[in-house]
DNA sequence: ATTTATGCAAATAGTTTGCACACGT
DNA sequence: ACGTGTGCAAACTATTTGCATAAAT
């Protein structure tokens, strides 16, 4: 038995042809690219010949992600295109995203301190962390 | 002249009622309320009278964005409900944003450890910084 | 056999746009 | 008068939902 099948047992879900396949997508693709939105996985698969339908999609990913199987994530690329969701694998870990504004790749990264510093803005005010997300928006440095 | 008859005349809008009712409202709310959604703002001058469509509320919203007289931002509480943009007015410093997912005040705050360490891990990947959003997402501290 | 998922099409929510009229300059 | 801006209604996009069928346990 697959470890995705595990995994989706484990979190109470029938183990379907979509939900697999969703995940085998999720997992394969390679790091600076793993962050899909819903259309992209509804094109990806059906490219692959697999006839999902996006509402389904969507239906797995909000299933996914309340099951902590993957993280959501709202990207504004500030370019005042529509904003779409994307999705990652959730690997246990926080991490934070810095998006290239030019190529779309995502690098993930963790600062103690940036985490440190937040702690002590919250705790400051009065207040406890709940959450927090850091996107910083970048472009290609140029070499002189 | 009053002050935001220039300030739309300084970036070639023509000064109408819509949007100098706009500016007002986003001039007028107070600091833990001064970010507002579209059907916000256009609730509200409605509310006051002011006979102002919600096509126009947008309209003026974006070019305001254009012209750096509000800023945009999404925050998303996490909490699953369609998230809507929400408008504040510039006033030309950066700062990042602490929302409280209970009151929904956002407390808005600069730390210049958080900014030094940002440019450093975009450096450190080759990049260098467009733009960046924090918003850190918290509830008030049980205090014992 | 029973429960839960799926696909499709229709619904929804936020936002945008076309067009005829009204307003600012 | 001229060029913009406005309001309304209709369009659009991302996402969700109702329902009949199909698949998983």
Redesign the pocket.
Known sequence: MSEKTMDL?RVG???????LQILRLLEQTDPERKHL???EIYRLLNEQGE??????V???L??FEQACLVRKHMFDDGS?R????CYELHDGDHHDHMVCLETGDVIEFVDEEIEERQREIANRHGYDIVEHSLVIYVKPKKSA
Chains 1, 2 share one sequence.
């Open positions: 047992r879900l029938k183990v379907t042809h979509p939900r939105t819903a259309d006839e999902i339908g996006l509402a389904t969507y239906r797995v909000s299933q005042g529509p904003m779409q969701a």
